[in-house]
T-cell receptor
Framework: DQQVKQNSPSLSVQEGRISILNCDYT??????FLWYKKYPAEGPTFLIS?????DKNEDGRFTVFLNKSAKHLSLHIVPSQPGDSAVYFC??????????FGTGTRLTIIP | DVKVTQSSRYLVKRTGEKVFLECVQD?????MFWYRQDPGLGLRLIYF???????EKGDIPEGYSVSREKKERFSLILESASTNQTSMYLC??????????????FGPGTRLTVL
């Protein structure tokens, strides 16, 4: 049973516009949330994180939003750039550092 | 910078062979992890280790074993490779201890094909 779901396998966005990637989870015990970005033939790299005590965290063009009541996490990228084209994974964890990853969303930025 | 290296980028093995995938990290991290990545399934945790000689099963440990004899090295072993173990294998490490928003650092991956 998939505890972390990314329901959109792919997303295309025009360069300069906002990209919104979504993630839903079922385990209310998760206490921190992360987004990773993965280019082909490379390992995932950490992008941004948020703890369960917050509802928003911002880092440059990237903002993560957490809605605990809806068990929903989203990543906003503004403005989107061609280099943002990659597969994005959300991940959730509980204290002991074991992360549960989503299925991934392939983001394509159209020049 | 943290560096996580994996012994091979591409590997082709035959059904029934014993396969070793090696991972080394150079930042004295306590925790190490092995995942596999398959289309539509995301990253699934096979095994992880919090310390030398310690190991914990992840979500899909069947058909795999691991070894951690030294802190910096974590090996994944396929005792008898099968075609359904064809996948991208990713190793990761993290600092350790109870941390909020813990970041895992990944290696480049090994694409294993079992014929």
């Amino acid at each position: 049973d998939q505890q972390v779901k990314q329901n959109s396998p792919s997303l295309s966005v025009q360069e300069g516009r906002i990209s919104i990637l979504n993630c839903d989870y079922t385990n209310s015990m998760f206490d921190y949330f992360l987004w990773y970005k993965k280019y082909p033939a490379e390992g995932p790299t950490f992008l941004i994180s948020i703890s369960s005590i917050k509802d928003k965290n911002e880092d440059g063009r990237f903002t993560v939003f957490l809605n605990k009541s809806a068990k929903h996490l989203s990543l906003h990228i503004v403005p989107s750039q061609p280099g943002d084209s990659a597969v994005y994974f959300c991940a959730e964890g509980i204290g002991n550092e074991k992360l549960t990853f989503g299925t991934g969303t392939r983001l394509t930025i159209i020049p | 910078d943290v560096k996580v290296t994996q012994s091979s980028r591409y590997l082709v093995k035959r059904t029934g062979e014993k396969v070793f995938l090696e991972c080394v990290q150079d930042m004295d991290h306590e925790n190490m992890f092995w995942y596999r990545q398959d289309p539509g399934l995301g990253l699934r945790l096979i095994y992880f280790s919090y310390d030398v000689k310690m190991k914990e099963k992840g979500d899909i440990p069947e058909g795999y074993s691991v070894s951690r004899e030294k802190k910096e090295r974590f090996s994944l072993i396929l005792e008898s490779a099968s075609t359904n173990q064809t996948s991208m294998y990713l190793c990761a490490s993290s600092l350790g201890g109870r941390r909020v928003a813990s970041e895992q650092f990944f290696g480049p991956g090994t694409r294993l094909t079992v014929l």
